[in-house]
């Protein structure tokens, strides 16, 4: 079992600044992906960034279309925490955010955590 807590959330103006932090704790022996959900009211849950493990090549990093240019995914491997750093945020943005990881036989979510930017 993987336990993930997330913080960071919060309230901001429209064009600020959050960092969120993962930090994963239990089994954690092989992760194939790992990233950033995101939920607003009304709607489903959406990709936010994925980062997903490689060999030869090395580790692969997707955003969705709409976060391109202003959120950036990281991780600490020796501290297993995973950050999603986001900038010029947006009243779009405003979600409860999830973090997830995908050992390569089960799915982990985080708790969720609130970024509410305001315009």
């Known amino acids: 079992q993987v336990q993930l807590v997330e913080s960071g959330g919060g309230l901001v103006q429209a064009g600020g600044s959050l960092r969120l932090s993962c930090a994963a704790s239990?089994?954690?022996?092989?992760?194939?992906?790992m990233g950033w959900y995101r939920q607003a009211p009304g709607k489903q849950r959406e990709l936010v960034a994925l980062i997903t493990t490689g060999d030869h090549t090395g580790d692969k990093t997707d955003y969705a279309d709409s976060v391109k240019g202003r959120f950036t995914v990281s991780k600490d491997n020796a501290e297993n925490t995973l950050y999603l750093q986001m900038d010029s945020l947006k009243p779009d943005d405003t979600a409860v955010y999830y973090c997830?990881?995908?050992?390569?036989?089960?799915?982990?979510w985080g708790q969720g955590t609130q970024v509410t930017a305001s315009s």
């Open positions: 997830y990881v995908d050992d390569g036989t089960h799915d982990y």
């Open positions: 239990g089994s954690v022996l092989s992760i194939y992906a």
